[in-house]
């Protein structure tokens, strides 16, 4: 067995991560356990569950809707809704296991506690989460229940490498993916774990039904007017095998297609931990080894590498947290934004006047996605053609995307930025027409989001500015900026900040 566990002691107001222990688990054989159910909603391959059952004679399924997953100001309907749905899925899959998933509302550190009091409760079980805000919520439900003799254990589970387990040969965290990808690679991957059996108390008549909490967005004030993805661990699972299946050896080419169905689509299932991030390993090796030309294997390995991103920025944020505030590099800080309000609306609701930014804002307002080239695109276009600091478009994202994930987000927008590590030079400009002649050659994706211009033709579709006439009557709007007059304003600014320094 592998990977880390913290185990709650006598002792203080220290961190979990000052408890760190290995595997197997350190709680000794207790009669009753809690797994508290965080970013991990699924019974196959599921860390924590699995050691809470080999360590306790009865476990307890618990899961708190804190406040701010219901109401924060990142909260967005799309997210929401399937992180609820997703809990549905949850509590019917574990109560034919036998096990009632017990829902609570409020702040964790008061509820944790509380039911460890109502079950008797010795030990809590737990994945360990990697935002911060996430590890000083951890770190006051330790201080609770160390208080009571709890024991609280946390577990790696929603990555293959934790954040100090790669470093430089300095002993400094990687701030370049190139490297940190290599040493990635170097290292085992763990398979996955089994899925949860069944209760076997449960057919002695000893696990009771509890009354179910609502699980609609609406009771939380973000009603349904959206499409949102399938969610639930069966969706995960289902979304992972489809791509596996073919899809995944086209990647390295129908990625960057918007009319394509390339990409994996797994991020809101691993941001919400509905598959579980071994189960998608498993499933890429398999592929790989069935891979047969140069092109499908470099496919797999192009996937491969956007799942090692998403753990590069996991450790980019807990090893320089200001990121959460500023850029990455402080001096980026400094940058004269325009910071047009008008501009920021338009942006907003896919009202620029340049088709592809504006079809990739309406899906995204419409259904919770968008398309990661699209990120890309949209990205800066507001932060290098309308010189709106990217702080603002991350907010948003945050707000919108079903698969809003605060490391992958932040990380995203300082790529497009030029802010972040890593990141895309400053003088990168995209063209927006060029990159929708790219991505959306025939502009079937623009059509689809933006009826007012489905009469033009291809050659217009992606400039449609280039005959007035004909755009005149479609209620489409003029652009607000244009790029070959913003782009020297763009690295003007850049310029003017190199200058300084």
């Not at 991020?267 to 069935?290: D, Q, W």
């Not at 972040?420 to 991505?439: H, L, W």
Request: charged share 25%; net charge positive; hydrophobic share 40%.
């Amino acid at each position: 067995m592998g990977g880390t566990a913290n185990l709650a002691v006598p002792g203080g107001n220290l961190p979990p991560d000052a408890f760190i222990k290995k595997f197997p688990c350190y709680v000794r054989r207790v009669k009753t356990a809690i797994h508290w159910f965080r970013r991990d909603l699924r019974v196959s391959d599921n860390t924590a569950l699995s050691e809470a059952v080999a360590c306790a004679e009865r476990v307890v399924p618990v899961f708190i809707l804190e406040d701010a997953l219901r109401t924060g100001p990142d909260v967005g309907a799309a997210r929401l809704a399937f992180l609820l749905q997703s809990l549905e899925s949850l509590r019917k899959n574990l109560a034919e296991l036998g096990y009632p998933l017990i829902i609570r509302n409020g702040r964790s550190e008061v509820e944790i506690p509380k039911l460890c009091q109502e079950l008797n409760a010795q030990a809590v079980f737990a994945n360990k989460r990697y935002e911060p805000y996430a590890q000083t919520r951890d770190n006051r439900v330790f201080n609770a229940l160390n208080a009571v003799g709890v024991g609280f254990e946390l577990f790696k589970d929603a990555v293959i490498r934790e954040e100090a387990e790669l470093l430089t040969q300095a002993g400094k965290p990687f701030t370049v993916f190139t490297p940190y990808s290599k040493l990635w690679k170097t290292k085992p991957v763990l398979p996955p774990r089994a899925k949860l059996a069944p209760n076997p108390a449960a057919k002695s008549g000893k696990s009771a039904a509890l009354a179910p909490v609502p699980l609609d967005p609406g009771t939380f004030g973000h009603p349904l007017t959206q499409t949102f993805f399938p969610a639930g661990e069966k969706a995960g699972l289902d979304a992972l095998r489809k791509f596996m299946r073919g899809p995944v050896y086209d990647y390295a080419t129908n990625r960057n297609l918007v009319v394509v169905e390339g990409s994996s689509r797994l991020s809101p299932h691993l941001r919400c931990g509905t598959v579980g991030i071994r189960t998608v390993m498993a499933e890429l090796n398999r592929a790989r080894e069935k891979a047969v030309t140069p092109a499908q294997k470099q496919s797999c390995e192009t996937f491969l590498n956007e799942l090692i991103w998403r753990e590069f920025y996991l450790q980019i944020l807990h090893h320089f947290p200001h990121v959460m505030k500023g850029a990455f590099r402080p001096e980026y800080d400094l940058l004269k934004w325009s910071d047009n309000p008008a501009h920021f609306e338009a942006w907003c609701q896919g009202r620029t006047g340049y088709p592809i930014v504006d079809a990739a804002m309406r899906c995204l307002n419409q259904t919770g996605w968008m398309h990661n080239r699209l990120r890309m695109i949209v990205a800066m276009f507001l932060t290098k053609d309308l010189l709106i600091n990217w702080q603002w478009g991350e907010r948003y994202f945050m707000r919108q995307l079903v698969d809003g994930d605060l490391a992958a987000n932040n990380g995203g927008w300082q790529w497009s930025a030029g802010s972040g590590t890593d990141a895309a030079p400053y003088f990168r400009i995209f063209n927006p027409v060029t990159q929708s002649e790219k991505c959306d050659p025939k502009g079937a994706f623009v059509r689809q989001w933006i009826p007012e211009l489905a009469s033009i033709p291809d050659d217009l579709i992606h400039q449609p500015w280039k005959e007035p006439l004909r755009l005149s009557g479609s209620k489409y709007p003029e652009r607000i900026v244009i790029h070959e007059e913003q782009r020297p304003k763009c690295l003007a600014m850049f310029a003017a900040l190199k200058n300084r320094g």
